[in-house]
């Protein structure tokens, strides 16, 4: 399909949109993690991907560290990182701070909160999550896929 011209920078050559299951596990662990949902959908134009995930979390398990989303459609290769902004609904406890998904590269991207006062940003961990966590993410990257 050509948009606005016939010309091969308006070729749409590469669409689809398709769901998956995503994951969260904090240090590369998920011990005891379970999820009372675990959803996700895609839409792939070209190599721009943008991913919708929602998690609901009925016990957080027993492994520690970083919180790292993963699960994703297909590898993240964006250029520089990008900070995307997250809904939490209120139950990651970062002191009212807001939450973050750092995309940057590979098949997962960590979270942070803080920083958008000018501060650094620190990481969100198993200490930040209950056992009725939810999170939902809106966010595009770039793949090569």
Known sequence: VYLG????????????????TPSLDFGSGNTG???GSASGKYVK???LVTV???L?????????????????????????GVFSP?????????GGEGVSAYVS??????LYHGGFDGAANSE??????????EVDIVTSYFTNS
């Open 5 to 20: 011209g016939t010309g091969a920078a308006n070729k749409l050559d590469d669409y689809e949109e398709g769901t998956f």
């Open 33 to 35: 993690i379970t999820y």
């Open 45 to 47: 134009v070209g190599n």
């Open 52 to 54: 919708w995930i929602y």
């Open 56 to 80: 609901y979390l009925t016990n957080k398990g027993t492994s520690t560290g970083q919180a790292n989303v993963g699960g994703l459609p297909f590898a993240i290769n964006n250029p520089a």
């Open 86 to 94: 997250l809904g939490d609904r209120g139950r990651i406890n970062t």
């Open 105 to 110: 590269g590979g098949v997962a991207f960590p």
């Open 124 to 133: 969100v961990g198993e200490g930040n999550f209950q056992n009725t966590s």
